[in-house]
């Protein structure tokens, strides 16, 4: 895993900036702390900083090759999870090979397919290619969008980078937002419209999309899509090829060169992962290391909550005993969670997740200090219907976003002349009407079985790409690398046709992910209903959050006042309500907490208002 950046400009010469683009490596140095490179040529830069995962010393970038036809320069992050097999293939072609890296496996790829090259690739990734004699960039993304690709397209260049900080590092970019920007932080924050970059002119490649940038212009593709077709196996048959898929993902997905260990909180997600992982090592001798965190006085006040039926740590030390693993705890207390809330801004570049991203990125540096690498357990959810929207039929057939009911309610925060702005886009609407048109339906399936397939392609489309943006950002700030063994594209693809009766088997959410491994884990665990990623509930975060806002709220320029109303935060830090904001993990604390998050970031980044 690394950070990559760079800009193109037909009608500039960029040997004479380098300062500049120091400046922008500078800003991504944390995803990369090992290495450091910069390709310099007439109208093209790529920068590099490194995480050395595999062959350290053979994977330095920007890497170069090239024949008598062209010569090719990479920047790349990611992990190919099929490179023997690609390394294979590209040798029955004629290439050979100096370096063990993937990197080298992805530049040769391009050489030989080109665009195509994508189409081949296992993995997650986000990369850029220069071809010197064509003078033409290629960008390309994973297909489902864990490694993220930011850019900014004018007149004169086109800018690009793993995050936004190292775009808006160029003097360039301005630093402003316009309408556009606002309702993404009013009205679909932490969320983000995909492609959407927030600043004004920055935008985001799409998960399975790429793009050729040329003096001519920019040209984008879209190269993967889930396509629905009928489901022809039984349920054992399909329990089988979900053991396969899932293993097999698992088992590609721990080969580094470097430590790595698992996620594990005691839920169905990680403990599978961690006991896949754990047979994996004993095999070889080696005892797996796994990790998780808990937060001070929680066993204290935790509540039992239909969203959130019991705590972790029991369900964490049956695991720590049923793998013999090595366990490390991390215990969060609400002085360093609230500390953290500027830090997770930082590593974001966007308000998010509050607590729920800085409680990660206090868990990630902890981990960093033992190993490089890790697995984790996201995006089972949206894959197998496992959370609460997809099995409450009265949720499930609501209008709108199930994570995000709550729009009356945001706009309610907005100054008068932006809530008129955004009452006449009608934001939500649109895009929520276009993730149901690019769903993929079969002609003649029942309602219950088109209306999960757009349950599933919202998941993907919208809540899975902020958990995806969180987890990218908390760990690789710390330059952990989090790998997502769900995300497999081939696990994307099978489950978006098996039928949703086979998904809930037994009346289990996740039922069938329960049965396929049942061999995997102790029957306490296999069988615990879903809980969420833990939170605090140490009545000390809500008092410390609303003391953090009201002493911001002193300021009377305090730069989130030039989007919401004093009233209406007066209201949120003083009143009853206790509205979800983005789901069970934001409510009034986390909401408190979310425009504390705003007004910082415009203060830190000097965000501006242009609103035209």
């Known amino acids: 895993m690394c950070g990559i950046a760079g800009m193109i400009s037909f009608t500039e010469e960029l040997r004479t900036q380098e300062k500049i683009f120091e400046q922008m490596q500078d800003t991504i140095v944390r995803r990369g702390p090992d290495q450091r490179g910069i390709f310099l040529a007439d109208h093209a ?7 050395a995962v595999i062959d350290p010393e053979g994977g330095r970038q920007p890497m170069t090759f090239g024949d008598e036809r062209d010569v090719y320069t990479i920047v790349y992050n990611g992990e190919l999870y099929n490179t023997a097999e690609l390394r294979q293939e590209l040798n029955r072609a004629g290439f050979s090979f100096e370096t063990y890296a993937d ?6 790829a391009y050489m030989h397919w080109g665009a195509d090259c994508v189409r081949q690739f296992n993995g997650i990734f986000a990369f850029a290619v220069w071809e010197h004699h064509a003078g033409r960039l290629f960008l390309a993304r994973d297909r489902i969008g864990v490694k993220p690709l930011f850019y900014h397209l004018s007149s004169e260049r086109l800018l690009f980078g793993s995050e936004l900080k190292a775009i808006l590092a160029h003097p360039s970019v301005p630093h402003e937002i316009g309408i556009d920007g606002i309702s993404q932080l009013l009205l679909f924050g932490p969320g983000r419209t995909p492609g ?3 600043f004004k002119g920055m935008r985001e490649l799409k998960p399975a999309h790429c793009a050729y940038y040329t003096k001519h212009g920019w040209e984008e593709s879209c190269y993967w899509k889930l396509e629905a077709g009928t489901h022809t196996e039984n349920f054992d048959q399909t329990a089988e090829h979900i053991r396969f898929l899932l293993t097999d993902a698992i088992r590609r997905q721990l080969v580094s060169d470097v430590p790595l260990g698992t996620f594990l909180s005691g839920g169905l997600d990680s403990s599978l992962i961690s006991s896949v992982a754990a047979r994996e090592f004993a095999e070889s001798g080696k005892e797996l290391h796994t990790f998780s965190v808990d937060y001070t006085d929680n066993d204290k006040y935790f509540r039992a909550s239909k969203f959130q039926p019991n705590s972790d740590p029991a369900y964490i030390r049956r695991m720590q005993e049923y793998l013999q693993c090595t366990h490390h ?12 809330l500027s830090e997770a801004v930082e590593a974001r570049d966007l308000p998010g997740m509050v607590d729920v991203d800085a409680s990660l990125l206090l868990f990630c540096k902890e981990i960093r200090e033992h190993v490089t690498v890790t697995l984790s357990g996201e995006c089972a959810d949206e894959l197998f219907g496992g959370y609460p929207w997809y099995r409450d039929p009265e949720i499930r057939a609501a209008y709108g976003f199930p994570w995000s009911q709550s ?12 809530a008129e702005l955004l009452h006449q886009r009608q934001d939500i609407d649109r895009e929520y009407q276009a993730t149901l048109a690019r769903t993929a339906l079969l002609p003649d399936e029942t309602p219950t079985e088109s209306r999960m397939r757009e349950m599933m392609r919202l998941n993907l489309d919208w809540f899975m ?11 690789m700030y710390s330059a952990l690398e989090v790998r997502v063994p769900f995300c497999d594209y081939r696990i994307a693809q099978y489950l978006y046709n098996v039928p949703w009766e086979f998904k809930e088997h037994g009346g289990y959410e996740k039922g069938l992910l329960r049965t396929a491994m049942q061999d995997y884990l102790p029957k306490e665990i296999l069988w615990r209903k879903k809980s969420p990623y833990p939170k605090t509930h140490n009545p000390n975060y809500l008092t410390t959050v609303t003391e953090m806002l009201e002493q911001r709220l002193q300021n009377p320029d305090a730069p989130v006042l030039q989007i919401v109303t004093r009233e209406a935060l007066e209201h949120l830090l003083h009143g009853n309500d206790n509205v979800q904001w983005y789901g069970q993990l934001m409510t009034r604390p986390q909401t408190i907490a979310y425009f ?6 415009m203060e830190h980044y000097q965000v501006r208002i242009a609103v035209s």
Do not use: N
């Not at 990197?103 to 040769?108: N, Q, R």
């Not at 729009?407 to 932006?418: D, K, Q």
């Not at 790409?465 to 760990?475: A, C, F, G, N, V």
């Open 45 to 51: 830069a790529l920068i590099h900083t490194r995480l």
């Open 196 to 198: 959407c970059g927030v």
């Open 407 to 418: 729009t009356a309610y945001r706009m309610g925060f907005a100054r008068p002349e932006i």
């Open 103 to 108: 990197t080298e496996v992805i530049l040769k």
């Open 596 to 601: 504390w998050q705003i007004d910082y970031w």
């Open 329 to 340: 705890w991390t215990v969060i207390d609400t002085p360093a969670l609230s500390g953290a």
């Open 465 to 475: 790409q902020t958990l995806l943006d969180r987890k990218d950002r908390m760990s």
